[in-house]
């Protein structure tokens, strides 16, 4: 801001608010905060001539972007104290001017240039602005800055064209640069390449905000490296960067971090990974040949998901002429029909009869050697002749079928595969009609099989093209599914109609088979709840058939039943009616009632689900030592003590010993069973001094070094137990005067269970029972027996001592009794009921 315009403002001269004003000013940028949503937006900037990474976002995500990479490092602490997103609100507040921050610094332009601004910030009640919304207005002060300092600058007319979302150069303007660069040394170079894996993806996951955020803090990073080690950085459009460098001079593993870190901030890892070429002049390289070659190491280390740096040698140049020769023999082979395919059945697992096949494309030379699948379809795939491939083979089997069809051999549905490209260059669903059509077919003749990596490069493409399929009525299959980007809602958006699932997961090492079940699981009951049958492919073993078949598979492809054949084989196959199963796919959604059914967050709710469940926690037992690691609404609720999270760790302190035992003896039988686990009741202290016992059931989940993990179902029997133990007793007594002597909070008391003696007593229960804690009772034993019947009754109490004795007493009416006293102790911490003493007339 000029300074003759800062000084009314801070004199407060302006004929208008500061806020119209400044709205009505010849900013360059202006700029959004709202501090309470984390929030920015660019509601003004001039196009091309600042670096602006994303027009709107997250304000914090900005601000540390700004102070790394925008600012001059001379300046950024000045920026920083200014615009810290926390605090300023209060800045604002106490600042000379109430609401308004006014300071200065050097941004980087377009031209990768710094230039000098001023920025006004405004918020807070004195600009009538709501609290937390904070409005900024960026000035260029260059021309004054070169005035004081007596610069002149003149633009050249042959002005370089930056990228405007990384700032970096683009395409020959960054090949003339580097030549211009590479000629005025003699130093060795290296050149980058740097691809970022399934970006396109990346995008539509997490959205195109997200997306050249991403690209630009790549894009300021490698600008910060090529400034540091006098090289030059480079954008090549989409997700390609470049980074020119003297040789030697930069650690590759640290910028392949860097840039991973990136990625990594979005809370993925794996399936985005970047990718790096590296190659190195020789002191004649041009910079042209320098980048074909480190784009093909590139291409090299996307084939690699654990090497994802390759450096370039002449060895590639003999893999491409390899690549090259086996296209130029592909053609031909076509010509001659050396193509062909095979069929592998998919069968009914229970039977093993066969309910269709899929195509294989096969390659036999004249001399009858085969050339294997893997030598040359990554060949096509990879320069983008897999149609040409894909076609052929499609016609190929639908003139098969019809062939079929007129020998008079039942219909059996055959898959064929679709491709990315075929999606991307061709209108599928027209091409599969003409051939049903041409060969005159049902639709129900073919399959059509899609790569589940292809999902991943255009859903809306890829929707669109299966739903014209269907919509003329063939059959499409997702194949792989699982082994990329699998989800409900992916399914849910295709309307697949049956899924391919690889038989991978069953095939795992001891250390991960388990892992490898889950996802099996989880997989086939996605499939269950959208009714989407599922076939199994890769099944070797009649192990892994029977497990697939008790999560509820029911077909299979794989050598445990056929291996891929020619057609002529599969036509003998079929020819006999046993073996076909001509009901085709049937699936009923979920026809078992399987426990993860609830584990599906879009059907229950959380509360939902806990109720279902009940109390539940999980237990890890380290030695002697069982903790409480997790646990619901539920099980905090039943346990019910104030001292909750004290009891978390070691909880058999809280417990008698020999329960302790019984809890330690139940987690090794179920770490031993894991299937059926173990259960047991098992007492617990309270608080209170009383006692509450639970029948846990406990499953084992996993260990990691010494330490177990279990799942445990709780239920309070406390009342269950108490008045099952207590009934023992009742049922011996059912004629007599039946008191429980209790103890609660360390008080002692009677309470009648049964008066069978009321009649001979003449005393109603509750007055016996008044008499009884007030010690009214034992003034109706006689002198000679009350002394003896107290101390048996305080000796039960304090030492846990069973008795019995006669004793007489003057009942209500004045009557003598002749009496017989029993009392047995309860031997239960979890009971209040300490001893159960029955009265009856001694002589029965």
Known sequence: MIRELLALFKGNELPVPILEFLNNSSYDEMLGIDLGKDRYKFMYNIDGKYHIPSVEGSFRGFYDYAVDHLIHPDDRQTYADALNPDGLMARLASSDTPGLIDFQFRIRNL?????????????????DLPDGLVYCYIYDIQNIKDREAGVTRVRSGNRVQRDTLTGLL????????????????????????????????????YGRKAGDMVLARIGAGLQKDAEEYGGLA??????????????????????????????????????FLPSFGISYSNGNTGILDLFDQASLACQQAKRDFKERICTFDHSMYNKTAEDYRILSEFQDALKNREITFYLQPQCRASRGTVVGAESLARWRKPDGRMVPPSDFVPVLEKYGFIPDLDQYIWEEVCRWIRGCLDKGLPLIPISVNVSRVDIFTMNVAERFSQLAERYQLPRGALKIEITESVCGEDSGRVRAAVQALRERGFVV??????????SLNMLHELNIDVIKLDAYFLRLDDGSERKGMHILESIVYMAKTLALPIIVEGVETEAQRDYLMSLGCRYVQGYFFY????????????????????????????????????LNDTIYSDSMLNNIIGPAAIYAQHGDEVDIVR?????????????FQQRMDGIQRFMPAGDAKLMRGLLNQAYEDRLNGA?????????????????IHFYFLNESGESRRFYGSARDVTELTNISRHMELLARYSSHTVVFLVQRHGNVAFEIAAHGMEQNLKLTKSR?????????????????????????????????????????????????????????????????????????????
């Not at 710094?114 to 009640?125: A, C, F, I, N």
């Not at 480079?234 to 930069?250: K, T």
């Not at 646990?631 to 001292?643: K, L």
Request: aromatic content about 14%; some cysteine.
């Open 631 to 643: 646990f619901n609404q539920q099980f905090f609720e039943a346990v019910d003590v104030p001292d």
């Open 563 to 598: 291996r891929p054949m020619p057609p002529a084989d599969f036509e003998a196959l079929i020819a006999d009616p046993r073996n076909v199963d001509d009901q085709g796919f049937i699936f009923k959604a979920n026809d078992q009632f399987r426990i993860r059914e609830f």
């Open 111 to 127: 031209d990768g240039d710094w230039r000098w601004v001023e920025q006004v910030s405004l918020g807070g009640p004195p600009n």
């Open 234 to 271: 480079g954008y090549m459009g989409n997700d390609d960067f470049c980074l020119l460098v003297p040789a030697a001079s930069i650690q590759v593993e640290s910028l392949y971090e860097k840039i991973h870190g990136v990625i990594v901030r979005y809370g993925v890892s794996i399936g």
């Open 170 to 205: 683009r395409g020959n303007d960054f090949y003339a640069a580097a030549a211009r660069l590479m000629a005025d040394s003699d130093a060795n170079w290296q050149l980058l390449v740097i691809d970022l894996e399934q970006f396109k993806l990346f995008n539509e996951w």
């Open 768 to 844: 016996l029972e008044a008499e009884l804690n007030s010690g009214e009772f034992y003034a109706r034993v006689a002198d000679g027996d009350r002394e003896r019947l107290m101390r048996l009754c305080l000796d039960a109490i304090h030492d846990g001592k069973n008795f019995s004795a006669r004793f007489t007493m003057r009942a209500a009416d004045g009557a003598d009794l002749d009496m017989f006293i029993k009392s047995d102790y309860v031997d239960d911490e979890a009971s209040d009921v300490k001893c159960i003493i029955s009265l009856r007339l001694a002589d029965e």
């Open 477 to 486: 299959l997702m194949d792989d599914f699982g082994s990329g980007y699998s």
């Open 679 to 695: 259960s047991g009741v098992m007492t617990f202290y309270r608080v209170d001094g009383g006692f509450s016992r639970f029948l």
